[in-house]
């Protein structure tokens, strides 16, 4: 069983910033990616962006080129198990509840399975 805990989340006035943490736990034998999600007030949930195994960042690209380039960075440092996204010059249309998930195994011949964090709030006022 694969554990995630999110945090960083909150209130913050437009222009400000936030970073979320997502810290992965439990029976991890390998991670294969890590994600972000968010999810507004009455909107289906959407992909911020991803990062693999490998390392480089992958952003939604309905929303990378609408809405959060040059303001938002997805990070796993050292591919470790723990992803951040750093949220700069937030509007409040930003304003939702961000998941994080991870696609992981638990063996080495274990099948790859999705598991969801909680969700952080995060509004921003104008």
């Known amino acids: 069983q694969v554990q995630l805990m999110e945090s960083g989340g909150g209130v913050v006035q437009a222009g400000g910033s936030l970073r979320l943490s997502c810290a992965a736990a439990?029976?991890?034998?390998?991670?294969?990616?890590m994600y972000w999600y968010r999810q507004a007030p009455g909107k289906q949930r959407e992909l911020v962006g991803s990062i693999s195994s490998g390392g480089s960042a992958v952003y939604s690209s309905a929303l990378y080129v609408d809405s959060v380039k040059g303001r938002f960075t997805i990070s796993r440092p050292n591919a470790g198990n723990t992803l951040y996204l750093q949220m700069n010059s937030l509007k409040p249309e930003d304003t939702a509840v961000y998941y994080c998930?991870?696609?992981?195994?638990?063996?080495?011949?274990?099948?790859?399975?999705?598991?969801w964090g909680q969700g952080t709030q995060v509004t921003v006022s104008s």
């Open positions: 998930a991870v696609d992981a195994r638990a063996t080495r011949v274990g099948a790859v399975e999705r598991t």
């Open positions: 439990g029976s991890i034998f390998s991670i294969n990616a």
